[in-house]
């Protein structure tokens, strides 16, 4: 277990190790939750990561239509 400290302004720092297993760099989002022994943090997944998560999902009944086909007034 690696420890961290709060500083004055409330920052903590992040360890290299932990960083670099999780991809975390400048700008990456972190949630925060709430656990009955503490709390956790997250890396919050990227617009890429979702998409990757959604691909070769089946679509069924969708009412999704080609922007050609769309009729404008």
């Known amino acids: 277990m690696t420890t961290i400290t709060v500083s004055s302004k409330y920052q903590i720092v992040i360890p290299k ?3 670099k297993k999780l991809g975390i760099k400048p700008g990456t989002r972190l949630c925060v939750e709430e656990s ?3 709390f956790q943090l997250a890396k919050e ?3 890429d990561e979702i998409r990757g998560l959604l691909k070769g999902m089946v679509v069924v009944d969708s009412e999704i239509r080609d922007e050609s086909e769309r009729e404008l007034p």
Request: aromatic share 0%; charged share 20%; net charge neutral.
């Open 17 to 19: 190790e932990v960083r």
């Open 36 to 38: 009955a022994h503490g």
């Open 45 to 47: 997944p990227t617009l």
